[in-house]
């Protein structure tokens, strides 16, 4: 089976800087994409950022030109920074992963517990 283990997070003022990491684990041949979704009280989750196995990146228009995504493909860990923090960027934050457990197996989606970030003075 497959683990994703999410760490960062927490209470960060207006202006700040958050930092999440997200280790996936356990039986893995190959990841196809990692990344970042979110969701807010009353809204449905969407994407904030992900990174394909060949470093394609993609960053939703609402964080797009103060975030950053990476990944350290020997941890099989992806990390996110997302600067000038503001109120609306309060959500609790989702590590998803599309993973292959076998050489020709299936692709499939991963997700870790989630960590709430709030972004408040």
């Known amino acids: 089976q497959v683990q994703l283990v999410e760490s960062g997070g927490g209470l960060v003022q207006p202006g700040g800087v958050l930092r999440l990491s997200c280790a996936a684990s356990?039986?893995?041949?190959?990841?196809?994409?990692m990344g970042w979704y979110r969701q807010a009280p009353g809204k449905q989750r969407e994407l904030v950022a992900h990174?394909?196995?060949?470093?394609?990146?993609t960053y939703a228009d609402s964080v797009k030109g103060r975030s950053s995504i990476s990944k350290d493909n020997a941890k099989n860990t992806t990390f996110l920074q997302i600067n000038s923090l503001k109120p609306e960027d309060t959500a609790v934050f989702y590590c998803?992963?599309?993973?292959?457990?076998?050489?020709?197996?299936?692709?499939?989606?991963?997700w870790g517990q989630g960590t709430q970030v709030t972004v408040s003075s």
């Open positions: 990174i394909t196995d060949d470093g394609e990146i």
């Open positions: 356990g039986t893995i041949f190959r990841i196809a994409t």
């Open positions: 998803n992963a599309r993973i292959a457990t076998r050489r020709w197996g299936i692709v499939q989606a991963y």
